[in-house]
């Protein structure tokens, strides 16, 4: 029956597409559990609704354009958090419901908008496009290639911002990058699992790595490889009895989360 299914291009696109995301997510995940920023994805992920609903009133690609609003968003939230007293909470909240009501202004606009509203929201993958499929590739390589290449650096302002500062890091232009590589990444699962559960696939990974690691190396590697599991097994269970994609992937990680912490509560 999977054999049967993997003959079709949309599915083909869809298990590609989140391979590619799920190595995304374990790596920037890792940084999100340590950092505590599940938040702050969650609050990028709902700020891209209005970039979509641009896409859609205008005609233009939504995927594009919600990147676009989601770095705006990223950039905008940390030189807020710079330049006022009000907590990063605070500021999310405020921003992120902004945005999106506005999403939903602007998509209310647009004839028969429901359909376009509830694939973005919980994520519908088997309708992923090939010029969906190369630019989430394309991003992704992109973002990997920063993280790789400062890996050290993002480990160390992570768990001690203090040591950062002393090394001599650039732990502001740093964060900013950081938070523009999450906001990218944010954006391009929404295809994948949606706006409302897209911060969940950040955090289930990494959660699950944090109680079967014993380093930080170990933290990471075991984040690559539950995200994985999750995504395909996920993904494939859905095909095969025709359920939705982002809710199922998302439920595959939470069982596996609970499986994980009986086995440690057993030992």
Do not use: C
């Not at 290639?145 to 090394?167: G, P």
């Not at 930080?216 to 995504?231: E, K, N």
Request: no cysteine; aromatic share 8%; hydrophobic share 60%.
């Amino acid at each position: 029956m999977i054999f049967d299914l993997l003959q079709y291009s949309f599915v083909q696109r869809a298990l590609l597409a989140g391979v590619v995301l799920a190595l995304l997510y374990a790596v920037l995940g890792v940084f999100v559990v340590v950092r505590k920023m599940s938040f702050w994805s969650e609050g990028i992920a709902h700020a891209s609704l209005a970039g979509v609903a641009v896409a859609l009133i205008t005609g233009t690609q939504p995927l594009l354009v919600a990147l676009v609003v989601a770095v705006l968003f990223a950039i905008l939230m940390t030189q807020l958090e710079k330049r006022t007293n009000l907590s990063f909470d605070t500021l999310i909240g405020v921003l992120f419901t902004s945005f999106m009501a506005l999403g939903l202004v602007i998509m209310n606009q647009v004839s028969g908008y429901q359909a376009e509203l509830v694939s973005y929201l919980f994520g519908n993958i088997l309708t992923i496009s090939y010029v969906d499929l190369v630019i989430t590739i394309v991003m992704t390589l992109v973002v990997l290639a920063y993280v790789m290449k400062y890996n050290k650096t993002l480990t160390t302002l992570s768990l001690n911002k203090e040591v950062s500062q002393v090394q001599g890091i650039r732990s502001d232009l740093h964060e900013q990058l950081f938070a523009i590589a999450l906001a990218v990444a944010v954006v391009l699962g929404v295809k994948l699992v949606g706006i409302i559960l897209v911060s969940a696939l950040l955090i289930i990974p990494p959660a699950i790595a944090k109680l079967t690691s014993r380093s930080f190396y170990g933290f990471q590697m075991h984040a690559v490889m539950w995200s994985l599991l999750i995504v395909v097994v996920g993904l494939l269970i859905s095909l095969l009895y025709n359920q939705p994609s982002g809710p199922v992937i998302i439920l595959t990680g939470s069982a596996l989360f609970l499986l994980t912490v009986a086995r440690n509560h057993m030992k």
